[in-house]
């Protein structure tokens, strides 16, 4: 006889898409990975830029080439840094999704889900793997799902919030949200 802690909350069985697993291993990545920081590297990039730019603008006008061309240099890098943060690695990440669905067979196969009190379990022809929520660093919750995250080690958990039974939806995001308390963030995409 199992446990109260040991009872499902739901059952489900799930297969993500390619589309459905690029769009949550981005909110993955903007949660614990890469894209992170992203606003915050981009707003240093700014101030810089405009503080070396303060430089070059007043050497410009007084005639002082050589350090105008080293200000605006650095102007320079900083905006080919800043296009490379906001326009090329989140295409990266993107890509890296789609190779990472492509070449993963557990990914692309059919996933039995059971959500327990305490974490979960699935299943698939190839593994079973139970996880808990204590190991989770993060929830993330959108229209459409549910993304866990592990650290940067660990993959993501995704569970489809249309797997989920229409009773038990409001049950789960609530008991997500009490049990991740400060981990816990509902975006709007």
């Not at 296009?83 to 492509?102: D, G, N």
């Not at 929520?133 to 650290?151: H, L």
């Amino acid at each position: 006889m199992a446990s109260f802690y040991d009872k499902p909350l739901f059952t489900a069985t799930q297969l993500l898409s390619p589309d459905e697993f690029e769009d949550n291993w981005m909110i993955r990545e903007k949660a614990v990975g890469r894209l992170k920081y992203q606003k915050l590297f981009l707003g240093v990039l700014t101030v810089l830029s405009l503080f070396f730019l303060s430089f070059a603008l007043p050497d410009l006008a007084n005639s002082r080439w050589m350090r105008s061309i080293a200000a605006l240099t650095y102007v320079l890098f900083c905006i080919c840094m800043a296009a490379y943060e906001s326009m090329i690695l989140p295409q990266r990440v993107k890509m890296e999704a789609v190779r990472m669905y492509r070449t993963n067979r557990l990914l692309q196969s059919e996933t039995q889900l059971t959500v327990t009190r305490d974490g979960y379990t699935l299943k698939n022809r190839y593994e079973t793997r139970t996880g808990y929520w204590s190991e989770t660093a993060f929830c993330a919750e959108t229209e459409r799902s549910f993304v866990f995250c592990g650290g940067r080690e660990r993959g993501p958990l995704i569970i489809l919030k249309d797997v989920i039974p229409a009773e038990e939806r409001e049950h789960f995001s609530e008991k997500m949200q009490e049990t991740f308390s400060g981990r816990y963030r509902r975006l709007k995409l």
